[in-house]
């Protein structure tokens, strides 16, 4: 990480991987192929995640294998902040934050998105925003559709101009 991100208060990765191991896992790591809970621990990956291997499977996972954090090129700690931020900053405000490209960091909001769109249930809670729009008056006046609308304010029968 460069100057920049450094501004920005990141989680440490050690919290990061605790966390995520709690959701996914809660407090028994299983098997993510087979379910099985005869596993166990075989050293960190490059990304620094516990590797586990499933005595009843026979194969190795680790804490990100099956997950959106799987297969970016982001610091576990980047998606972290970027899931979070994402509730209320905007994407362009979090590639700034974290000094990445623009394009990146969408591309992982919208993979999250995705993701999330699976829930079934959610409530909407605090400040919710919606998009302009524009709403015409449509045809105003128009009683059949062989006529042309009128103008507003102004009758069906002919105005006089006085003199």
């Not at 990765?13 to 099985?36: D, N, P, Y």
């Not at 621990?41 to 959106?68: M, P």
């Not at 994402?86 to 590639?95: G, K």
Request: charged share 35%; net charge negative.
């Amino acid at each position: 990480m460069d100057e920049k991100s450094a501004q920005v208060f990141l989680p440490s990765r050690e919290r990061c991987f605790e966390r995520l191991r709690l959701a996914r896992f809660g407090e028994t790591v299983t098997c993510v192929h087979c379910g099985s809970n005869e596993v166990v621990k075989r050293g960190t990956t490059g990304k620094d995640a516990q590797q586990y291997w499933c005595k009843a499977c026979e194969t190795y996972f680790n804490d990100l294998t099956d997950t959106i954090f799987g297969h970016h090129r982001f610091e576990l700690e980047e998606m972290f902040y970027t899931v979070k931020e994402m509730r209320s900053e905007p994407t362009a405000q979090i590639a700034r934050d974290l000094d990445r490209d623009y394009e990146a960091v969408l591309n992982f909001v919208h993979q999250v998105q995705e993701t999330s769109g699976d829930i079934d249930e959610f409530e909407l809670s605090e400040v919710c925003e919606a998009d302009e729009i524009y709403v015409t008056a449509g045809e105003k006046g128009r009683e059949n559709e062989d006529e042309s609308p009128r103008e507003r304010g102004l009758k069906k029968g002919t105005r006089r101009l006085r003199g």
